[in-house]
């Protein structure tokens, strides 16, 4: 690079997160050319893909990654398009091999595998650290500085099979030397977290956030094998690829691709955005090259509230940075729903199920939808009844919680841009009593 030119926070991040995967072994024989299958699950934000990932990636011959791949997108440059929303160009470039390697080193399936053997503490090592570079770019914590915390923690943790409990303590070791990293803004139990300062909203470093906060716990699972790869589905999702349809068929270039298409009333998803905006995560993007944000509802919670912005960013993003926080809200619900009506053209996906997030969360329709989802995925029936675990949640889920805030959530619902894609979806003006 020529003297004088600055380098971005964002190549600044991305070149350290790099660095730092360098130092971590890798083993693995396979790449993305060999999954056969995959089953795309595509939502709007806080529309409850979340949940229905980890219903599937608990099934034991599923593989899947934890959490959203939209980090590795990131760290393979492949964020924001032209227009600065999350619209790639179908012939956006990037390094096929080097976002492949990235995906299939988080990559595993079945139970959480606790460190139990010196082999089993290197694996640990080893996937604490590519999920540190993803969080904490800037910091470098390399593999061998990882190791020790590790082989500290295992020694003190009395719940090693508690993946939470014991990546807590990973991050107390770590912390000695790397005082930046904050507990606070991991999605773990409060009692094992800090909650970090109780004023303005704040980020959790001044870098590029690569992976976006609340962040994932590490556990170790079993790395896919091309065995694996032949007999089982890998099951992915990501608020963005709502946006990007097109470029799973790069990613995948030998695969079947099933997309699960979930839909949630406007009202709901609304709500669980508003909270998300306002809590202590999901910060996508710092715009402040671009715009000052004045969302009321959100930007008077802090100077970081002025600069980023949080979840995905639709098109036409520029018309709403001082708009009401639930005018906001309510574009992204339908920026991704549109972008998903239009994108699932012939072509892109192989098979398509809508399936309602409500009929997910109704006791007398789970379990009938549940198997359709099953089924269209091509994953055996589980033998016992389904657990809902709580993920990446703002507060206790519980039905229709969005009436509490109806007085927001239902005017910005009236849009006539949100109306339409709301009734295209099956949610229709008068039968707004009836959503969870």
Not at 284 to 302: K, P
């Amino acid at each position: 690079m020529a003297s004088g030119v600055e380098v971005s926070v964002r190549d600044r991040s991305i070149a350290a997160a790099r660095r730092t995967l360098a130092t971590v072994p890798v083993s693995a024989d396979v790449d993305l050319s060999h999954v056969t299958r995959v089953v795309a699950i595509v939502a709007s934000s806080r529309g409850g893909s979340s949940l229905l990932h980890q219903i599937l990636s608990d099934q034991p011959d599923v593989l899947s990654i934890a959490g959203e791949h939209t980090a590795l997108y990131k760290l393979n440059g492949l964020d924001r398009g032209r227009d600065g929303s999350d619209i790639l160009e179908p012939d956006a470039v990037f390094n096929w091999p080097e976002f492949s390697a990235d995906f299939m080193s988080l990559l595993g399936s079945g139970p959480n595998r606790p460190p139990v053997d010196a082999v089993g503490r290197m694996q640990y090592a080893a996937v604490v650290t590519r999920r540190l570079a993803l969080q904490w770019p800037l910091e470098e914590i390399r593999y061998t500085t990882v190791q020790d915390a590790v082989d500290q923690a295992v020694r003190s943790c009395v719940r090693r099979d508690d993946p939470d409990a014991l990546f807590a303590q990973v991050l107390h070791h770590l912390r000695c030397s790397h005082p930046r990293i904050d507990p606070s803004f991991y999605d773990l139990p409060p009692a094992l977290r800090s909650e970090g300062s109780t004023g303005d909203l704040r980020t959790p470093h001044d870098g590029f956030c690569i992976e976006e906060p609340p962040f994932i716990v590490p556990r170790v699972r079993t790395a896919a094998d091309r065995d694996c790869l032949q007999r089982h589905p890998v099951v992915i999702k990501s608020s963005v690829d709502a946006y990007r349809l097109p470029l799973l068929r790069r990613l995948f270039p030998h695969a079947h691709i099933r997309v699960v298409h979930l839909t949630r009333n406007p009202a709901a998803s609304i709500n669980g955005l508003y909270d998300g905006w306002r809590d202590r995560g999901f910060f996508s993007y710092d715009v402040s090259d671009q715009h000052t944000l004045a969302i009321d509802g959100y930007s008077e919670l802090g100077a970081a509230a002025r600069r980023w912005w949080n979840f995905d960013i639709p098109p036409g993003w520029e018309k709403l940075v001082d708009q009401p926080l639930e005018w906001v809200c309510a574009h992204q619900w339908a920026g991704a729903h549109r972008s998903a009506l239009e994108g699932l053209a012939p072509g892109i996906a192989d098979e398509v199920l809508r399936v309602p997030f409500e009929q997910i969360l109704h006791p007398a329709a789970r379990e009938a939808t549940l198997r359709s989802v099953f089924d269209f995925a091509g994953i055996q029936q589980p033998s016992r009844p389904v657990r809902f675990p709580v993920v990446m949640a703002t507060a206790q889920p519980r039905p229709a919680r969005w009436r509490q805030r109806a007085h927001l959530v239902l005017p910005a619902v009236e849009h006539p841009a949100i109306r339409e894609v709301a009734s295209e979806l099956g949610y229709r003006k008068g039968e707004e009593d009836q959503w969870l």
